[in-house]
């Protein structure tokens, strides 16, 4: 059992300290966009890096099968799109918003351009461009070399280091999660999610409890993915 629910992930813009929070907003434009709305496609040109101050955004690829990959859930305080910082890469994923979200919208050169005046927001700015490709990169190696069983455990170990709570079974997963959620965190099918719950149910690892999962057994999700090798702050959903 998973007794102890470590500390969450400390979003980008909790990082800056006030005045540089107050520098960066003067260089964005604050927008609202509408649940379904996409901010970017993948394949297209980024023109924009986002701050979300309000709301959630998803960012997926389309596997090579033509289904959805959802490799990040993005959260108030996060950033989105910063892959496209001093370079000219096209968008890597598509990034669509989930609830009505109020976000800054800022242009990739007068960002730039404020790096080259603000060193303390271009270190955190780098820090987080590190962590996300380090976390893109294990959420891949977990796909690849442990298989669809191996990316679920690892995508529910995700969910609880972000979402979860104490809870007497174990914790909790204060997010309730379809089936059909699930296997796009997966890029794999619903029946495929649904027999795994079932066998994790039945081996008493999983609770789900009015749609809410409670993961019982903690360490027999990480035991699989011989966890422990990655630091906390690359080990979660956003």
């Keep these: 059992m998973n007794k102890n629910v470590p500390k969450k992930h400390i979003p980008f813009f909790q990082q800056l300290s006030p005045e540089d929070q107050h520098n960066l907003l003067l260089h964005g434009t604050e927008i609202t966009a509408r649940s379904g709305q996409t901010l970017f496609y993948e394949g297209e040109e980024a023109k924009y890096i986002y701050l979300i101050k309000e709301g959630q955004v998803r960012l997926s690829k389309m596997t090579m099968d033509n289904k959805k990959f959802i490799l990040h859930l993005k959260q108030k305080d996060d950033i989105v799109g910063e892959f496209s910082l001093f370079n000219e890469m096209k968008a890597s994923m598509t990034a669509e918003v989930t609830s ?138 956003s």
């Design 100 to 237: 009505f979200s109020i976000l800054y919208r800022f242009e990739r050169k007068v960002l730039e351009a404020l790096f080259t005046q603000n060193g303390e927001i271009a270190v955190t700015f780098i820090k987080l461009f590190a962590r996300n490709t380090q976390a893109t990169q294990a959420k891949f190696s977990d796909l690849l070399l442990y298989g669809k069983t191996g990316a679920f455990y690892s995508i529910l170990i995700r969910f609880a280091n972000s979402y979860g709570v104490p809870h007497s079974e174990g914790t909790l997963i204060k997010m309730k999660l379809t089936n059909k959620e699930l296997a796009d965190f997966v890029g794999t099918s619903r029946e495929t999610v649904n027999r795994m719950i079932n066998d994790l149910k039945r081996d008493g690892i999983l609770l789900v409890d009015g749609g809410s999962i409670i993961i019982k057994d903690m360490e027999f999700l990480r035991s699989h993915l011989q966890c422990g090798k990655c630091p906390l702050q690359i080990c979660t959903i």
